[in-house]
Each structure stands twice: as C-alpha cells, then as structure tokens.
C-alpha cells in the first residue's frame, strides 16, 4: 500500500469513528435529558431552541425561525402551536406586514427556558466536572467547528 493510501486509510478510520461517536453523542444526551432528575420539567429540545434564538433576536416570524434552526416552516408551525399551547410564546401581527405573524417569547416561555439553560449546564457540569479547563476549551472549540462545517454543508 502506498503512502498516500495509508493516510487516505488513516483518514477513512478517523472519519468512521467520527461518525460513530457522533451517533453515540446524540443517542446518550437523549438518554440523559429523560433519565436525569435535572431535566424534570425542562424543555423539548425544540422548544428550547426556539426560545433561545426569540430570546437573543427577539420577536420573529415562523418563517425566519425556520431559517435560524434550519427546519421547513411547517415543522416550525407545528412546534409553536405547541408552545403556544404551552404559554411560553404569543402570536401577534407583523406591525410591518399585517398578512404576517410575529411570534414572541412571553414571560413564562423566558422562565422556562432559564430553568432549562440551568438543568442543562448542571448535567454537564456533572459530566465535564473531572475535566480539565483545557480539555473544555478545546471541546467547545471543536464542537462550534463541527457545528459550522455542518451547518455550512447543507449549503454546498
């Protein structure tokens, strides 16, 4: 085998594991968010994700929500109505477009989702907490880019 095939071997086994713990990743952080005694209560994923962008960019449409979270419109809509229901969002009228409408995050929507931020940084907190300040800076870094090549592939 030649040296170039080695490290496109080298590289394939890298990728496969990769992908593998990624796999892992997504499965145990579901497992931890039902089973932990810190996320009694706490937000859908969905919810949360919603929230957290109203929170930071404030009112929005379901339209550009969904193009925040990269999601179709229709799952959007479908995840404020439950929210609605649940009293953590309103819908109001565009005051620039009246055909339109503009969600917002309502008081109880902002508790909530301070109550979850809180449960969520406990459990890793707990799970992180043997690691070192290095480790946790690389991890995040790590995560962000990972995140950013994703987010950016779907665009290619």
Known sequence: ???TAQTAQRSDDCVGRIETEVALL??????????SRLMDGALERSAYLALRLLESNGPSTITR?????????????????AME???HVRRGKDPRDGRHQVISATSEGLDALARTRAAR????????????EEDLGTLAHVL?????????????
């Open 1 to 3: 085998m030649t040296a």
């Open 26 to 35: 997504l499965r145990l952080s579901d497992r931890n968010r039902r089973r």
């Open 65 to 81: 929500i969904a193009e925040e979270l990269r999601l179709d419109g229709s799952t959007v809509t479908r995840q404020v109505v």
């Open 85 to 87: 229901e649940a009293g």
């Open 121 to 132: 940084n406990a459990v890793y907190r707990e799970v992180l907490s043997a690691w070192s």
């Open 144 to 156: 962000r880019r990972l995140n950013a090549d994703l987010d950016a592939h779907l665009d290619s």
